[in-house]
Each structure stands twice: as structure tokens, then as C-alpha cells.
């Protein structure tokens, strides 16, 4: 499977403060996907999106994919200290036997 | 959400000898798991994707007899890393899904081959 870009890399910011982490990739997916993986555990899913132009909320979580169907990103409203740890987008494809292609992550700090 | 378990959460293990991890689907039947490895820092790479009942088609450049992969019901796949060596200390995932859902995660096995 390809890799997608995912970007920023990491960031630290302050409680309070709204987060914005975005994924591109070369090829269309059918699915995007964002994960949350805490130290020592496998990933845990956060919000699913199955339609070019779908917003969706999950609390404080806002994704959209994007019309080209290459892109996605994921927003979070008023960081607090639980949201530390690293978050994934995927892509899924249903021609490819629904294996997940995985960002490099984006790796969050939240200081009090 | 469904719970995929895996087992064991973390293994040591000498250097030439193989390790055993398992991938249960508690409450669905999955029929199609994913392993992934992760190196430290570094996101998950798919290794190999399995449906129950037939062999495993792996991604390039992971070798399929090192990294024997059993999916023999609908609820559990098996991945035995044959032969470990210290290169193959990693943290390996595995995911599973029913048809036309989402793929839900195991919890890791963390493998340290010494």
C-alpha cells in the first residue's frame, strides 16, 4: 500500500487551542479515516467518513473529506490535556481488499 | 464498538526462535484481517492482509516464510514470526473487519527478540 502525507508532524500548543492536522494522497479512496493511538496500544478509531464532501463531528472532532476524494483533514475545538498522543489518517479502498493506508501521523502535545 | 483482541501484549524471545502472536474478533466475524508492523515513531505499515480460509496475500518485501499468517476461522488469525531475530523487534497490529465495515484494532504485541 502507498503511505499518505500527512501533515503537521507534530505540534504543541496550549489547553484551549484548536488543532488542525490535515492528509493528501496521490490516489481516490472510497473511505477516509482518522485514528488515535496512545503510547503501547494499537489505534482507536475516531471518526469515519464515506462521501466526497462529508463533514462530519465527533464532539470537539470535525473531519471533512475532501471533494477529490485525495484528501481529508481533522479538527479539534478546544484542546484539553487527554487529546496528547498521535493521530492517523487512513485511506481505504475498496479495490484493495479494505486495507488501510496509513499517514506518517501527526504527533499532538497539550500543555495545561 | 467491536472488540478485536491480541494476544500476547508484549513477548521477549531469543534470537532464532519463533513467536506466536494471535488476532481474535470477540463479538463479529471477520473476514479479512490486516497485520501491521510499527517501528518506534514511525506509522503502521501493512504487512499482509488475510481472508479466512485461504492463503495471505502479503505486501512487497515482507517474506512470506518468515511471517506465517493462519486465518483459520472467521474469528482468529495467527501470525508466527519464525526464525526472530533482532531486526524483527517491532510493535505488530492487527485489525480485522466484516464485510463492508470498519476495520477495528487489537490492542499491539510488542515483540523484543534478544
Known amino acids: 500500500g502507498q503511505q499518505l502525507n500527512q501533515s503537521p508532524q507534530s505540534m504543541f500548543i496550549q489547553e484551549g487551542e484548536d488543532v488542525s492536522m490535515n492528509c493528501t494522497s496521490s490516489s481516490i479512496f472510497n473511505t477516509w479515516l482518522w485514528y488515535k493511538q496512545d503510547p503501547g496500544e494499537g489505534p482507536v478509531l475516531l471518526i469515519a467518513?464515506?462521501?466526497?464532501?462529508e463533514l462530519t463531528s465527533n464532539g470537539r472532532l470535525t473531519a471533512q473529506f475532501g471533494i477529490t476524494r485525495k484528501d481529508s483533514f481533522l479538527n479539534i475545538s478546544a484542546s484539553i490535556p487527554s487529546d496528547v498522543g498521535i493521530y492517523f489518517c487512513?485511506?481505504?479502498?475498496?479495490?484493495?481488499?479494505?486495507?488501510?493506508?496509513f499517514g506518517k501521523g501527526t504527533s499532538l502535545l497539550v500543555t495545561p | 464498538g467491536a472488540v478485536v483482541s491480541q494476544h500476547p501484549s508484549w513477548v521477549i524471545c531469543k534470537s532464532g526462535t519463533s513467536v506466536k502472536i494471535e488476532c481474535r474478533s470477540l463479538?463479529?466475524?471477520?473476514?479479512?484481517m490486516f497485520w501491521y508492523r510499527q517501528f518506534p515513531k514511525q506509522s503502521l505499515m501493512l504487512m499482509a492482509t488475510?481472508?479466512?480460509?485461504?492463503?495471505?496475500?502479503?505486501e512487497q518485501g515482507v517474506e512470506k516464510d518468515k511471517f506465517l499468517i493462519n486465518h483459520a476461522s472467521l474469528t482468529l488469525s495467527t501470525l508466527t514470526v519464525t526464525s526472530a531475530h533482532p531486526e524483527d523487534s517491532s510493535f505488530y497490529i492487527c485489525?480485522?473487519?466484516?464485510?463492508?465495515?470498519?476495520?477495528?484494532f487489537g490492542q499491539g504485541t510488542r515483540l523484543t527478540v534478544v
Open positions: 467518513l464515506y462521501k466526497a464532501g
Open positions: 488475510s481472508n479466512e480460509g485461504s492463503k495471505a496475500t502479503y
Open positions: 485489525s480485522a473487519t466484516a464485510l463492508y465495515t470498519e476495520a477495528f
Open positions: 487512513a485511506g481505504q479502498d475498496s479495490n484493495s481488499g479494505y486495507a488501510l493506508n
Open positions: 463479538d463479529f466475524q471477520a473476514t479479512t
